[in-house]
Nanobody, 128 residues
Framework: QVHLAESGGGTVQAGGSLRLSCAAS????????????MAWFRQVPGKEREGVAI???????NYVDSVKGRFAISADNAIHTVYLEMTNLKPEDTGVYYC??????????????????WGHGAEVTVSS
């Protein structure tokens, strides 16, 4: 079992910045944090959960088009934590942000169905 805990959400004005953190604990026997693909998703009421950013086992990153150039995902495997640095925030970035992880290679890492473990979410509100 892997447990994920997000922190760092809050309210910010448009153009501002926030950094989300996701601390992971527990793991399948014999595995390390470098075995896992980590991702951030977000969701607003009435809409499907959307993949925002992923970082795979090799450190490769991928982003949804709407956040490219504004968001950056990073991971510190030594402390089992993944971050999402969000800059130049826009009102449409508002939502609940979830951290997710799954072991092994993922065919479509920006799709929520690929992930096994989820955090409880952190609210981000961007006011205009």
């Amino acid at each position: 079992q892997v447990h994920l805990a997000e922190s760092g959400g809050g309210t910010v004005q448009a153009g501002g910045s926030l950094r989300l953190s996701c601390a992971a604990s527990g793991s399948a026997s014999g595995s390390t944090s470098s075995d896992y693909c980590m991702a951030w998703f977000r969701q607003v009421p009435g809409k499907e959960r959307e993949g925002v950013a992923i970082i795979d086992q090799g450190g490769n990153q991928n982003y949804v088009d709407s956040v490219k150039g504004r968001f950056a995902i990073s991971a510190d495997n030594a402390i089992h934590t993944v971050y999402l640095e969000m800059t130049n925030l826009k009102p449409e970035d508002t939502g609940v942000y979830y951290c997710a992880t799954s072991r092994g290679f993922l065919d479509s890492p920006l799709l929520p169905g690929e992930y096994t473990y989820w955090g409880h979410g952190a609210e981000v509100t961007v006011s205009s």
